[in-house]
T-cell receptor, first 113, second 110 residues
Framework: DVKVTQSSRYLVKRTGEKVFLECVQD?????MFWYRQDPGLGLRLIYF???????EKGDIPEGYSVSREKKERFSLILESASTNQTSMYLC????FGLGNTIYFGEGSWLTVV | QKEVEQNSGPLSVPEGAIASLNCTYS??????FFWYRQYSGKSPELIMS????GDKEDGRFTAQLNKASQYVSLLIRDSQPSDSATYLC??????????FGTGTSLTVIP
């Protein structure tokens, strides 16, 4: 089974703090993604990566950055957390090609106070 | 226009009935289509994938795809209270991008 692991499940951070969300997948997938999910807004893509050291902006990259130094690991960074970044963050991975689906981690609940 | 559209519901069905969930998409070149189930507070889990026109059955679930109409549906037969969740439709468009609907909330009433 594909496993996508998000190490931090529940975090409470103060406004202005730097926040790191880590994600590791164990299936040698090329593609990795970070989404946030908010009630009524669905899943919104923040950043994605098709390869090591490669990143592409998604729909809502403002206030976020990412790092992919190794194929299995994709980190989301909030440089200066704000209250409007309180959300559930979902990491996901997939491979290229027809029929290959996207697999999600368990999610990280971030509250910024 | 959103890439993937779903009726947000809520949809309520009695236990044992058939639940029908619908989804339309805008990218005519899309090739892969998925249904995810998401329980409250949990992450989405894949329940069905479909790539060809027609029906695909897996237990109590049937996915239906009509590429000409750009329409995907999910039928849940003999609905159970444990099926109560939000169902997300996902489409892999041209360029290997995934697009998700906002989800349909389903409640199965015992």
């Amino acid at each position: 089974d594909v496993k996508v692991t998000q190490s931090s499940r529940y975090l409470v951070k103060r406004t202005g703090e730097k926040v790191f969300l880590e994600c590791v997948q164990d299936m040698d997938h090329e593609n990795m993604f970070w989404y946030r999910q908010d009630p009524g807004l669905g899943l919104r893509l923040i950043y994605f990566s098709y390869d090591v050291k490669m990143k592409e902006k998604g729909d809502i990259p403002e206030g976020y950055s990412v790092s992919r130094e190794k194929k299995e690991r994709f980190s989301l960074i909030l440089e200066s957390a704000s209250t409007n970044q309180t959300s559930m963050y979902l990491c996901a991975s997939s491979v290229f090609g027809l029929g290959n689906t996207i697999y999600f981690g368990e999610g990280s609940w971030l509250t910024v106070v | 226009q959103k890439e993937v559209e779903q009726n947000s519901g809520p949809l309520s069905v009695p236990e044992g009935a058939i639940a029908s969930l619908n989804c339309t998409y805008s990218d005519r070149g899309s090739q892969s289509f998925f249904w995810y189930r998401q329980y409250s507070g949990k992450s989405p889990e894949l329940i069905m994938s479909i790539y060809s026109n027609g029906d695909k059955e897996d237990g109590r679930f049937t996915a239906q795809l009509n590429k000409a109409s750009q329409y995907v549906s999910l039928l849940i037969r003999d609905s159970q209270p444990s099926d109560s969740a939000t169902y997300l439709c996902a489409v892999m468009g041209t360029g290997n991008q995934f697009y998700f609907g906002t989800g349909t909330s389903l409640t199965v009433i015992p």
